[in-house]
């Protein structure tokens, strides 16, 4: 069995993630942030919330509850406004796809890892246990 150096699994993970950024949902990522970016109203409003969360560390820290419960208010309505432009919507659904594809990659990952370590341990993949969990049995 081959063995590697960290820095060439390192490599390769650079490898791999160059790869990932140039897939068709990584792609489309990309082309709907733009989109975002250069909305002006998404880009207004995204302004506003993040006034009045400062606003709101303020009012907490000053405990003025009544004025706050107005501010979060005010900023779940604009929250709100934001999530139904459409651009929104679709940045939403392919970061859910990007995240989906990411958690793909990781899993797959982790599970060749771990199977690689019952195998060489002379263990049972389909029961996951090593071979020292099978010697001391």
Do not use: H
């Amino acid at each position: 069995m081959a063995e590697f150096t960290r820095k060439q699994v390192l490599d390769e993970a650079k490898k791999l993630a160059n790869m990932l950024s140039n897939i068709e949902e990584i792609d489309r990522f990309k082309e709907v942030e733009v989109k975002i970016n250069n909305n002006k109203k998404v880009q207004d409003l995204i302004s506003r919330i993040k006034i009045l969360q400062k606003q709101a560390v303020n009012l907490q820290a000053y405990e003025k509850a009544a004025a706050l419960k107005k501010v979060e208010e005010e900023i779940d309505r604009l929250q709100a406004e934001i999530d139904d432009i459409p651009v929104v919507q679709e940045f939403k659904e392919i970061q859910v796809i990007v995240n989906d594809v990411l958690q793909l990659v990781t899993g797959t990952i982790a599970r060749e890892v771990t199977n690689s370590v019952i195998e060489a341990t002379g263990g049972n993949v389909l029961e996951g246990t090593t071979g020292k969990e099978l010697q001391s049995e």
